[in-house]
């Protein structure tokens, strides 16, 4: 996967355009899965899209700017992170991520509106998701 070198902007790997290098992996590996990859601008309800995507078992592997999800940790928030949304009440518009790494919680609730101006491109870089699926 390509590594990026400048904060904030397209540090770190830049996951929703990694989609051929996943794919290939899956590939490499016989894993029978896919990936596709959705950019923000192009979900007009983000609910929706999450709550279908669960619906139909799909895994969501979420790129966002860390501002103002992590802006209590040593970086303020000023860097790109990624996540798994496990789930979504869609009632209380609140969904929930799962974050590999130990120095933030490692499940956290953030509501639809939070994570849609995290994935937008207000902080930088639009980021969106990687979709994985059986073909």
């Known amino acids: 996967m390509q590594l990026m070198s400048q904060l904030n902007d397209d540090e770190g790997i830049s996951t929703i355009e990694s989609v051929e290098p996943v794919n290939q992996f899956f590939e490499e590996e016989t894993i029978p899965l896919r990936a596709t990859q959705r950019r923000a601008s192009s979900i007009t309800n983000l609910a ?4 279908q995507e669960i619906d139909h078992n799909h895994d969501l592997w979420v790129e966002y700017h860390a501002h103002e999800i992590h802006a209590d940790d040593q970086f303020n928030g000023a860097y790109l992170h990624d996540g798994l949304i496990e789930g979504i ?6 969904c929930t991520v799962i974050d590999p790494v130990p120095e933030h919680r490692q499940r956290f609730s953030i509501s639809l509106d939070v994570l849609a ?5 207000k902080h930088g870089r639009e980021t969106g998701f990687l979709i994985v699926q059986q073909p």
């Open 89 to 94: 009440d869609v009632a209380s518009g609140l």
């Open 48 to 51: 929706t899209f999450i709550e």
């Open 117 to 121: 101006r995290s994935i937008s491109d």
